[in-house]
C-alpha cells in the first residue's frame, strides 16, 4: 500500500506538471478537495496537503467559496527546485533550459571567479578531481553528467557566499539537466563546429580543464573568463538544437 507521503509527493507532481505545462491555465479553479481526492484516487487530507504545497510555491490561491484558483507564473516561486523540475518536463524543455542559462551565465562565472579567490586546499583538489572524473569518463555520458554536475556544484559552493551558493543549490536540478541534453548532443554535431578541437567533446574537456586549473592557481580572472566561455558555448549548442528541432518540425 503506497505511504501517504509517497501519495502525496505524487498529487504535487502530477498538479505541479499540469499547471507548468498549461494544461491547467492560469485562473483555472480547480476542483474541491473532495472532488480532486476522488478524481486522483487519494484521500482528502493528501489532496488538501497537495493543495497548500502548491500554495506555497505561489501556484495556486485558495479564497472561502471562490475555491482553489492556479495563479499567473509571474507569481511563482521560479527558483523552487520542483518548479525547475516540472519545468524541464515539457515538450518546451530545450527553451526553459535556454532561459536558466541565462541565470546560470550571471551566477556561475562571478562564483567560479569568487572560488579562485577563496576556496581552501581540499576544495581545489575536489573541483580538479571532478575535472579528472569528467575526462575518465569521456566514452561514458551518463558518468559524465554527474562528475559535471558535481564540478560546477563545487565551484557554486566554494565561493564564500551563501547567496550564491544557496542559487547554486537551487540551480542543481537544471545544471543536471542541462547535461542530460548536452552531453549527448556533443557526439551529434559535426566536428567543425569545435575547430581547432578535434571533436565537440574534446572542445568541452578542454574547457573543463582550464576552469579547473584556473581555479586550482588561483587565477579569479581565468576562472571567471573560462566559466563564461563554457557555457557561452552551451548557449551556442541549445540554439542549434533549438533551430534544428524547428527545422524537423517544419513541414517539408
Known sequence: ????????????????????????????????????????GVSRTVAREALKSLAARGMVMAR??????????????????????????????????????ELR????????????????????????????????AREDPETWIEAAAEMHALILGGCGNELLAGIGRLLRAAILESRHVARPALDELPPELAAPHASPVDEALARYESIAAAIRDGDAGA?????????????????YLIDRAAREGAPG
Open 105 to 136: 551565465l550571471l551566477v556561475e562565472p562571478a562564483a567560479a571567479g569568487l572560488t579562485a579567490e577563496r576556496a581552501d586546499a581540499d576544495r581545489r583538489q575536489a573541483i580538479w578531481r571532478a575535472f579528472e572524473s569528467i575526462a575518465a
Open 64 to 101: 472561502p467559496r471562490a475555491g482553489t484558483r492556479i495563479l499567473a507564473s509571474d507569481r511563482w516561486s521560479g527558483l523552487d527546485p520542483d518548479i525547475i523540475r516540472w519545468r524541464l518536463t515539457g515538450d518546451d524543455r530545450l527553451e526553459r533550459l535556454r532561459e536558466l542559462l
Open 1 to 40: 500500500m503506497p505511504r501517504v507521503g509517497n501519495l502525496h509527493t505524487q498529487v504535487v507532481n502530477e498538479l505541479g506538471r499540469a499547471i507548468v505545462s498549461g494544461r491547467l491555465a492560469a485562473g483555472t479553479v480547480l476542483p474541491s478537495e473532495a472532488e480532486l481526492a476522488a478524481e486522483m
Open 223 to 239: 576562472s571567471e573568463r573560462e566559466m563564461r566561455g563554457l557555457l557561452q558555448r552551451v548557449a551556442e549548442l541549445y540554439d
